[in-house]
């Protein structure tokens, strides 16, 4: 059977014929409004729930995979003394490895030292907790230190402690007698606290070993999972990527150390018992953002406070940790890594909230590394751009963007905010030039486009005046180019186009000329233009911030003033974007020359000034 194709259907569309049976293809539309952000939240909701339900074996894998970045500079290293590959591998893991068992027996000989000297003092605390409640008067919001200060007694003064019950009388003690522990009975209660710290660490160790071995085929994997089109652009990403997360994590574990060092050294110091715990507490909590620090602190200051008759070593260790941090965090960080991890400080606080919800307080420490390991491959991968976006602190939007947004919502504020933030390290005529005049070409484009109504446009335009009102008077710190000085003699007409918003960059034009000491006088068209506006010498500047849809207003207006002016040359300050500049709208319109912003009209001037006569240059 022939079957016969429809002019209207399309190959795809076309009934097909498969052994006799007649099959039509069913045409889905690939791009329906809402299925891609809705397809999107179902995978963001299945991988943290996977994340979470997994993180048992997640958490030993991110473990491996950071470790891996830190003991990478360190295989290089051997690497370069001719070790071998898996011989420089072992021996970074075997390092790491050492450090983390003598860690963990530092730990553990200041916990027993520790307890130790909590009974020693319990003296000390019961005459502090007294001395607050008689600070306080024994008001009842100290109601519950009573019940602290007994449970504090009965903890620290033994198992021999006895109560009393509430009619007075003693309560005979009570003794609960264990049996006498067997060899067998320690080691199963040791194996049974121990197996899963031990399995964990094996687990980190042996992933680790693979991934500084397996480094180079990783990154093929990831390659071939992002994608093939762009092999020399995804390497270099990954590679760089690589290196920076590195680079980075090894500086602030450095960082981190040198703080806990310099954290013991004051508490030893100061005479604080256990002070190499603190201080590992310290270096470790530091990672922890805005809080680590506080939460570091208050152990060592309630230990100083109890050991210590007064309140001066308390503060003395309070002050220790403020000074320590503040010195590393305003001299060494910034000089080591910068001012910022690259993270904005809303994402900081969201990401220590969502890892401290998946992975409890080991997600709350590596909050801030693993989002900037999400942050550095958003920077660099398309297709995780989204993250750079939502978590990054730069800026979402460009400046021109920015200030459309801003002159949209109407927020007069925010736009004053945002020019003089702009102007710290760029001159007036810049601003106007690279972002005051392509916002108003957004607004050109979107009003050819019908989304913005007059009133809209109305109030955009009464908002610059304001703004352009405060700006007249500030003083650039270089201005560019050097001013003309008052004695150059070329009055300019800055004329405003069809364009409701033409208005304001005549303006932005006159203002620039005027502090260059040029003569400049805005015009509010055209057709307001007489003969008497223009005395011999006048340069005419037909200012547009219009797009290419609107050659044929500037070109009427420029054959308005042909039979005003007479001869005075005509320049256009159209501004056109990147597809206009290619046709010559000036030759289109038929102006004299054409300027792409307020610098390059004060250069033609300063051209016209040397050679002293407008033909010379304005021809």
């Known amino acids: 059977m022939r079957v016969l194709a429809s002019p209207g259907l399309s190959g795809e569309d076309r009934p097909a014929q498969h052994g006799g049976i007649r099959r039509t293809r069913s045409v889905i539309p690939r791009d329906v409004p809402g299925m891609q952000a809705l397809l999107s939240l179902q995978v963001a909701v299945v991988v943290i729930t996977a994340m979470y339900l997994g993180r048992s074996i997640l958490i030993p894998v991110v473990l491996a995979v950071l470790l891996s970045f830190l003991l990478q500079p360190l295989v290089v290293l051997l690497r370069r003394a001719r070790l071998g590959r898996v011989l420089s591998v072992l021996l970074s893991v075997a390092l790491a490895l050492t450090l983390v068992a003598a860690l963990f027996w530092l730990i553990g000989g200041q916990l027993m030292g520790l307890t130790q000297q909590l009974a020693a003092d319990h003296g000390t605390i019961e005459r502090k907790l007294a001395g607050l409640r008689r600070l306080f008067n024994g008001g009842s919001h100290l109601a519950g230190l009573d019940a602290v200060q007994t449970q504090l007694g009965r903890l620290l003064a033994g198992p021999d402690a006895t109560a009393a019950v509430p009619g007075g009388v003693p309560a ?59 092999l020399h652009r995804t390497t270099l ?39 190499v715990l603190w201080g590992i507490l310290a270096a470790l909590l530091r990672y922890v953002p805005y809080v680590g620090l506080a939460m570091s602190a208050t152990p060592a ?18 002050g220790l940790f403020v000074l320590v941090d503040q010195v590393l965090g305003q001299f060494a960080e910034p000089l080591l890594i910068g001012h910022s991890t690259g993270l904005s400080p809303l994402s900081v606080i969201l990401a220590a909230a969502f890892w401290a919800f998946l992975w409890g307080p080991l997600g709350l420490i590596l909050s801030t590394p693993l989002t900037v390991c999400l942050v550095v491959l958003g920077r660099h991968m398309e297709s995780l751009r989204f993250l750079d976006v939502l978590l990054g602190d730069q800026p979402p939007l460009s400046p021109v963007e920015s200030l459309y947004q801003r002159l949209l919502a109407g927020d007069l504020d925010e736009i004053e905010n945002q020019c003089e933030a702009l102007l710290r390290d760029r001159s007036l005529a810049a601003l106007f030039d690279e972002v005051a005049i392509e916002a108003l070409r957004l607004a050109a ?7 913005l109504t007059e009133t809209r446009l109305q109030s955009m335009e009464t908002a610059l005046d304001e703004v352009l009102d405060g700006l007249e008077e500030h003083q650039d710190a270089q201005v560019e180019p050097p001013p003309l000085g008052r004695e150059t003699g070329v009055p300019v007409l800055c004329i405003a186009g069809a364009f409701i918003l033409d208005r304001i960059a005549a ?59 007479g001869d005075a040359p005509i320049v256009l300050g159209f ?15 038929a102006a004299d020359r054409r300027v792409e912003g307020t610098r390059a009209m004060l250069r033609l001037l300063e051209g016209e000034r040397r050679h002293g006569t407008d033909a010379a240059v304005l021809a």
């Open 575 to 589: 501004w056109p974007d990147e597809r206009a500049k290619s046709d010559g709208p000036h030759r289109t319109v």
């Open 301 to 318: 200051i309630l230990l100083a406070a109890a050991s210590f008759p007064g309140w001066g070593h308390a503060a003395l260790v309070l």
């Open 507 to 565: 303006r932005m034009m006159a203002i620039v000329l005027a502090r260059h000491g040029i003569a400049a006088r805005v015009m509010a068209g055209a057709s307001a233009v007489g003969s008497e506006d223009v005395p011999p010498g006048t340069v005419l500047c037909l200012c547009s911030a219009g797009t290419v849809a609107r050659l044929a207003p500037a070109r009427a207006a420029v054959r308005l003033l042909r039979r005003t002016a």
């Open 237 to 275: 990403a990954l590679d760089d990527a690589g290196a920076r997360l590195s680079r980075y994590f090894l500086t602030q574990l450095a960082i981190n150390t040198l703080f806990g060092v310099l954290i013991t050294a004051g508490l030893f110091a100061l005479g604080v018992q256990s002070p």
């Open 172 to 230: 005979q003690p009570v003794r609960v007698v264990q049996p006498p522990a067997t060899p067998e009975t320690i080691l199963r209660e040791l194996v049974v606290h121990l197996a899963h710290p031990a399995v964990t660490a094996l687990v980190v160790f042996v992933a680790t070993i693979f991934v500084l071995l397996q480094r180079e085929d990783l990154r093929d994997r990831l390659i071939r999972l992002f994608g093939t089109r762009d």
């Open 445 to 451: 484009f979107d009003a050819e486009r019908g989304v």
